[in-house]
């Protein structure tokens, strides 16, 4: 019944923007933190920003960093993360992901494990 819907996806040339969502259902996940990662063929699935339940927090890669914005609508049961100046290397399916438990941030949040909940992944092509 849990599940996490990603959508927002597609194709945009290299310094173009796109806005992903993810939406939940079966369950609230407005006390818990909400991530995105990424994951390009061939490479291990990757952090990309984590918000706290309230959204007063936020975390991102280094790759990321100035580029991408995290932000939650609790109201509404989902996740966003703005992407500005994409760039080729940004090339990925894009998973959000719910951790069942935490509230805020730490740095275990940066590893896929430390999640209970996974969208099906929307796929985002930046191209040059």
Not at 94 to 121: I, M
């Amino acid at each position: 019944q849990v599940r996490l819907v990603e959508s927002g996806g597609g194709l945009v040339q290299a310094g173009g923007s796109l806005r992903l969502s993810c939406a939940g259902s079966g369950r609230t996940f407005s006390s818990y933190v909400m991530a995105w990662f990424r994951q390009a063929p061939g490479k291990e699935r990757e952090f990309v920003s984590a918000i706290n339940w309230s959204g007063s927090s936020t975390d991102y890669a280094d790759s990321v960093k100035g580029r991408f914005t995290i932000s939650r609508d609790n109201a509404k049961n989902t996740v966003y993360l703005q992407m500005n100046s994409l760039k080729p290397e940004d090339t990925a399916v894009y998973y959000c992901a719910v951790d069942g438990e935490r509230s805020n941030l730490g740095r275990v949040l940066r590893v896929p494990t430390a999640y209970d909940y996974w969208g099906q992944g929307t796929q985002v092509t930046v191209s040059s």
